[in-house]
């Protein structure tokens, strides 16, 4: 008997004693019950704010939308509302850490699934939810849950503290209800969230690290960078990267001549994460783990 | 339960997995056996629906796995290679998991108990050992509490401690009527643990038997006789079904029959004896006598 209920399963929610052996099993008890969507996004949840790189990614980001904003409103000549500087620009030169800050962001979405199949983690995830598809909405649920208010906290922040800067060393009162600015403003946050989604799709579909983050870095960073340095003839599919397309929301200063309308543009961020989604889905289901 | 059916995996030009067919029934203890690269580890991430099948079928306690409406109920896993995150402490892998099922930390803590971790709960799991890893590993194959429990190579790296623990362990799910599927390289830990087993070799089924038949067809099994008349006490024990084989000293090895048979012959006879000794062959020398053919990895000869 002891040495049952010692190493054993048995002791489930103060059970009785191991029932003794018979020659017909019967199954026995169990904690488990069914995997639900919910269920699993609390096991992505248990993660995602466990680990170190959640926390600092989350805090680096903070500081550079928040930092880079207030640095820039406090240093140059003031920002004089003119008609050819709308409120609206002004603020999206003061949101010119969202650029830096979506490197960090697309680091959390790309680790998100390339940390767990570079660790190996991936196969107990995926041996106790085998419908797998599960664990992809899961994840872009939390990273959507966490990217998007803690953005939209930093955004509103900078937005206050260099209208604030601006208005003391002289520059032009910016309001949020100057046109676009609360577009700019929310729409920089938006403009992360689909980022963090982007970044998790790709770690998916490439599942390692360095893959991911290079392909990432290289969409959104150095071809939008490098794009300026070809022939102007060539050059009209620049509009349509992501960057520039979901730049269009918040005025990004990086954004190009001929850029879509902010909405246009966003839906057109959408589409590119929507799509890489369910690229990632397809392979989650097909491929072996 | 676990049945396979004609079971096929290839990697690329490899065929790792071929035709394989078995059943694990449960209430005992099956050991997984064979050489590297028999297709072992294979089978089992099968098992958990990780590796899709190019063909065959797995059914866990009659179900189509990946499609079980509660999968930690049916199978818990423990897999050779690492799956755990090493920035997460041992408590949060396993809440991570359990958190799928709805189990609860009452349960997490169970099983950090049961596995010996209490002490080392909170630590990331990446500063773990390879025996820390084995525990926290089996830890989350028993979170659950599954009517199947398919371990790969739990041993591995343990103490003889946790070695002990394991075998205690195994038995127990057992006993409870759990169906317990284990591969080990150490075919003395095999022995003292499984009673049914599993060979495979170059990812095909050798055999499925008891381990007690399985070591009892093996060469080694049998009868040593020391006599002054080999020749005459091998003619009158042939038979078919026995094989009598003398090296041309005194000694007879003989299988196939007792050693009571072998001395009331020779009493008949009037034969002397001077020994009369059952042997058996070990469950290893079994092994490495079906397996041999199929040995995937030889190491080189040495010099």
Same mark, same amino acid.
């Given at each position: 008997m ?12 103060g059970?009785p ?20 969507q ?12 466990a ?6 990614c989350t #805090? %680096?980001?903070? @500081? $550079?939308? +928040?930092?880079?904003?207030?640095a820039i !409103? ?6 004089? &509302? ?15 850490g969202?650029?830096?800050a979506q490197?960090?962001i ?12 570079g660790?190996?983690?991936i196969?107990?995830t995926?041996?106790?939810v ?5 664990v ?6 939390? #990273? %959507?849950?966490? @990217? $998007?208010p +803690? ?5 509103? !922040?900078?937005?206050?503290a260099?209208a604030? &800067?601006?208005?003391s060393?002289?520059g032009?009162?910016l309001?949020?209800t100057?046109?676009g ?16 989604v ?5 770690g ?6 360095a893959?991911g ?7 959104f ?7 300026g340095?070809l ?12 960057s ?7 005025g ?5 001549a001929?850029?879509l ?12 994460a929507?799509v890489?989604?369910?690229?990632a ?9 | 339960m ?16 071929d035709?394989?067919?078995f059943?694990?029934e449960p ?34 306690n009659?179900?189509h796995?990946?499609e079980a ?7 818990g896993?423990l ?9 997460l ?24 108990e049961?596995?010996?971790?209490a002490?080392v709960?909170?630590?990331r799991a ?10 926290l590993?089996?830890?989350a ?10 371990l790969d190579?739990p041993?591995?790296?343990l103490d ?9 362990l ?22 003292q643990?499984?009673t ?15 381990v007690e ?10 009868v ?20 009598v084989?003398?090296d ?7 299988s196939g ?8 012959a020779?009493?008949r ?5 001077f ?6 062959a070990s ?7 079906v397996?041999?053919d ?10």
């Amino acid at each position: 008997m002891s040495a049952v209920t010692r190493p054993g399963l048995a002791p489930a929610q103060g059970a009785p004693a191991p029932a003794p052996m018979t020659p017909t099993p019967i199954a026995p008890a169990t904690v488990a019950g069914p995997v639900t969507q919910v269920r699993v996004i609390r096991a992505e949840w248990t993660k995602l704010q466990a680990l170190r790189s959640t926390r600092w990614c989350t #805090l %680096v980001a903070a @500081v $550079l939308i +928040v930092g880079l904003g207030a640095a820039i !409103a406090g240093s140059g000549t003031p920002y004089k &509302i003119s008609a050819g500087n709308t409120a609206a620009s002004g603020v999206s030169v003061a949101l010119i850490g969202v650029l830096f800050a979506q490197l960090v962001i697309g680091v959390v979405g790309v680790l998100s699934f390339s940390g767990e199949y570079g660790t190996g983690m991936i196969r107990a995830t995926l041996a106790v939810v085998p419908a797998r598809l599960p664990v992809l909405w899961a994840k872009v649920i939390v #990273l %959507v849950g966490l @990217v $998007l208010p +803690v953005t939209m906290l930093c955004a509103f !922040a900078d937005f206050f503290a260099a209208a604030a &800067i601006e208005s003391s060393r002289g520059g032009s009162v910016l309001s949020l209800t100057d046109p676009g600015v609360l577009r700019t403003v929310v729409g920089s946050s938006l403009y992360l969230t689909v980022v963090v989604v982007i970044g998790l799709a790709l770690g998916a579909l490439f599942r390692r690290t360095a893959a991911g983050l290079s392909v990432f870095a290289a969409v959104f960073f150095v071809i939008p960078v490098s794009v300026g340095a070809l022939p102007q003839n060539i050059r009209g599919f620049a509009p349509y990267l992501p960057s520039n397309a979901g730049g269009a929301l918040w005025g990004s200063p990086l954004g190009t001549a001929h850029a879509l309308s902010p909405w246009t543009g966003f839906a057109c961020l959408c589409g590119y994460a929507v799509v890489l989604t369910a690229l990632a889905a397809w392979q989650l289901r097909r491929r072996d783990a | 339960m676990i049945e396979i059916d004609g079971l096929t995996k290839r990697y690329g030009d490899k065929t790792a997995v071929d035709g394989l067919s078995f059943v694990v029934e449960p209430g005992v203890v099956t050991g997984f056996l064979g050489p590297n690269g028999a297709g072992k580890s294979t089978t089992m991430r099968m098992i958990a629906g990780l590796d899709r099948p190019d063909s065959g079928t797995v059914r866990v306690n009659g179900k189509h796995y990946p499609e079980a409406p509660a999968p930690m109920a049916e199978l818990g896993i423990l897999l050779d290679a690492r799956s755990v995150h090493p920035g997460l402490s041992a408590r949060n892998n396993l809440l991570a998991l359990a958190r799928t099922a709805g189990i609860g930390r009452r349960r997490v803590d169970e099983v950090i108990e049961l596995a010996g971790l209490a002490e080392v709960a909170g630590t990331r799991a990446g500063g773990f050992s390879l025996g820390m890893g084995q525990r926290l590993g089996v830890a989350a194959a028993l979170l659950g509490q599954p009517q199947t429990v398919v371990l790969d190579e739990p041993v591995n790296g343990l103490d003889p401690d946790g070695v002990r623990w394991i075998r205690e362990l195994l038995k127990s799910l057992a006993a409870e009527g759990r169906t317990v599927l284990v591969s080990s390289h150490l075919m003395s830990e095999m022995a003292q643990t499984a009673t049914q087993l599993v060979v495979l070799g170059r990812g095909k089924l050798i055999t499925e038997a008891s381990v007690e038949d399985f070591v009892a067809h093996a060469a080694g099994t049998g009868v040593l006789v020391r006599t002054p008349e080999p020749v005459r006490l091998g003619q009158l024990l042939a038979a078919p079904g026995i094989t009598v084989i003398n090296d041309g000293t005194d000694l007879l090895r003989v299988s196939g029959t007792t050693a009571e048979q072998i001395g009331a012959a020779a009493w008949r006879a009037h034969l002397p004896v001077f020994e009369l000794t059952p042997t058996h062959a070990s469950l290893e020398e079994a092994f490495m006598q079906v397996t041999q053919d199929s040995i995937e990895y030889h190491a080189g000869a040495t010099r």
